[in-house]
């Protein structure tokens, strides 16, 4: 074990007060639930749920899909890398009846979308772009 | 990287085990997860190949009840151990919390636990952390094999931790033998080091 170690490195655990919560949840609600989205969470690069909102008829293992959210996001930015992008700006997988939207709100949260035929796929990136939007505000 | 939610009291830490290849780090999670089935209320995830290795990564959420005022949520996890996929690893050791380092005691093995220890430390050096600072245990596993030689455990001990200096139990994973202790002490370590935040 060598001692060239960086003693100072942090660790940075961070909380988020009840109001920013709040406020994050009715971006949520507004953008994007009301817009006909399923389910929606806002999650770290650890794959812990910072925030969780859905329209009341969804049943998911949430816990288990915000782990596999932030690996599978962390798998994809790795790949990007490696072939010289700097990142995939469209990441998303179509199903049957559900279909699952990631995207990054900062260097330290993703923004996890589920939702179904009703909405479109134009739709729903316009409306990210915008929960986004007033979500980095809320953290400034 | 913990995260407190102060609006739901909730706090949500990421727990790793991680070692070299076939050391027992999946059997850990299963154990626990086969114990605790009825406070579990998730299903274990497990991305493997067709034989059985660890992919990706294991995954299992575990609700330990309230400290602090908080309610408290473990995420353990494992990394795959094969040498080959170090890129997927060090992705899993993103925003951990607490680390169990398991060992694998046969004889064979001994040069194995040292390189993956070695590149624990390095992975968390990508990520500007020290393996010093980061709650670690260690566990030296498969203490039940009688048919293959085990290194004693002062030699592990001087190979592993004469310089970390960190808790360490003799365990079996397939038995479960000092696997829950082991995830306690992590726990607690973990929780100590976070005590600030919940303050």
């Known amino acids: ?16 007060g009840p109001e920013q919560l709040e406020a994050i ?10 817009s006909g989205v399923h389910s929606v969470m806002v999650i770290d690069m650890a794959g812990n749920i910072i925030s969780q909102l859905d329209n009341g008829n969804c049943d998911h293992d949430l816990y288990s899909l915000a782990a596999l959210a932030s690996a599978n996001f962390a798998a994809v930015d790795t790949m990007a890398k490696i072939v010289g992008e700097e990142e995939f700006s469209l990441l998303f997988h179509k199903g049957e009846s559900e279909n699952i939207h990631f995207s990054k709100v900062n260097a330290e949260f993703l923004l996890i979308t589920i939702f179904g035929k009703d909405v479109t796929l134009g739709i729903l990136r316009l409306k990210v772009a915008e929960a986004i939007q007033k979500i980095n505000a809320i953290w400034e | ?6 609006k739901s009291k909730e706090v949500q830490a990421k727990i790793v085990f991680y070692g070299p290849g076939r050391g027992g780090k999946t059997t850990n999670l299963e154990y ?34 309230k400290i602090m005022g908080y309610d408290v949520k473990v995420q353990l996890y494992t990394v795959p151990g094969q040498v080959k996929y170090d890129a997927t690893r060090k992705l899993v050791l993103k925003g951990v919390d607490g680390i169990v380092f398991v060992a694998d005691s046969q004889v064979e093995q001994r040069k194995k636990n040292v390189l993956a220890l070695k590149n624990l430390q390095d992975n968390l050096a990508a990520y500007k952390k020290s393996i010093f ?6 566990q030296y596993n ?24 960190v808790p360490s139990f003799e365990a079996s994973a397939v038995t479960g033998h ?10 607690s370590a973990t929780m100590a080091s976070l005590q600030n935040v919940l303050k």
Request: hydrophobic share 40%; glycine share 4%; no cysteine.
């Open chain 2, 32 to 65: 626990i997860y086969g114990k605790f089935r009825e406070r579990i209320k998730s299903e274990m995830v497990s991305i493997k190949t067709h034989g059985d290795r660890t992919l990706f990564f294991d995954f299992l959420p575990f609700d330990i009840g």
């Open chain 1, 1 to 16: 074990m060598g001692s060239d170690y960086d003693d100072n490195a942090s660790f940075s655990d961070f909380s988020l």
């Open chain 2, 178 to 187: 000092n696997v829950v202790p082991t995830l306690k002490k992590i726990i």
């Open chain 2, 133 to 138: 600072k980061v709650p670690l245990v260690l």
């Open chain 1, 25 to 34: 949840e009715s971006v949520l609600q507004e953008e994007l639930i009301d």
């Open chain 2, 1 to 6: 990287m913990a995260f407190v939610n102060m």
């Open chain 2, 142 to 165: 498969k203490r039940d094999l009688n048919d293959v030689p085990l290194l004693p455990v002062e030699v592990m001990e001087k190979d592993l931790n004469s310089q970390l200096k």
